[in-house]
């Protein structure tokens, strides 16, 4: 059974593997032994997949990094009055977060511990920037309220939306990503319009 086990693991489903013990157990805490336990696997052949455990954390980081840079790319996050794009990104970003749960719940863990860990917090930091950019620009438009200073209302509005990884789980009946996404976007927004 395990000789099967082997030769049909890829190094997708290893990494799925790798996410979920990392997200168990902190990635500090996973040795690659908890990993070849874990996939059911030798550690040889987890080294014929990857480079190292790094090299695994690095890929599911990336993974839940391209998704969020990804939406900055989508036109609806281009064109448009500001506000409208921040709305559409703002909803892009759960639906990302809930589609990638596992990858953007590691993401949000990585301490900068290790060179990669630096690495996915530097990145995180660059698209929280063009993010609160956005928002920026949506005050200026006179579109969302200047009242609240834009700095802290850019956290409360990430922490809001990365708060989601503590909670939401996909197979719980009525908490698709989707309605997750809307009442985010009507919470955050209805507060924070000029219009309302």
């Keep these: 059974m395990s000789a099967v086990k082997r030769d049909t693991y890829t190094p997708q489903s290893l990494l799925a593997v790798a996410v979920q013990v990392f997200n168990e157990r902190g990635y500090d805490g996973t040795s690659m032994e908890h990993l070849s336990k874990a996939a059911g696997i030798s550690k040889s052949s987890i080294y014929h997949h990857v480079a190292s455990k790094e090299d695994l954390l690095r890929r599911a980081v990336s993974r839940a990094l391209d998704g969020l840079f990804g939406i900055l790319d989508e036109e609806h996050a281009r064109v448009g009055r500001a506000v409208e794009r921040l709305e559409y990104v703002t909803r892009r970003m759960v639906e990302v ?4 749960l596992p990858y953007v719940t590691l993401l949000l863990r990585v301490r900068g511990n290790t060179d990669t860990e630096q690495w996915a917090m530097e990145r995180r ?9 956005l928002f920026e620009a949506a005050v200026a438009d006179g579109d969302l309220r200047a009242d609240v200073e834009g700095r802290l209302a850019t956290r409360l509005l990430f ?3 990365n708060s989601v990884v503590e909670w939401y789980r996909p197979e719980v009946r009525g ?3 989707p309605a997750v996404a809307d009442a985010v976007v009507q919470l955050a927004f209805h507060g924070l319009r000029t219009d309302t």
Aim: proline share 0%; hydrophobic share 40%.
């Design 175 to 177: 908490a698709d990503g």
């Design 125 to 133: 930091r660059e698209f929280d920037h063009q993010v609160a950019e």
């Design 159 to 161: 922490g809001m939306i």
């Design 97 to 100: 977060l809930t589609a990638e």
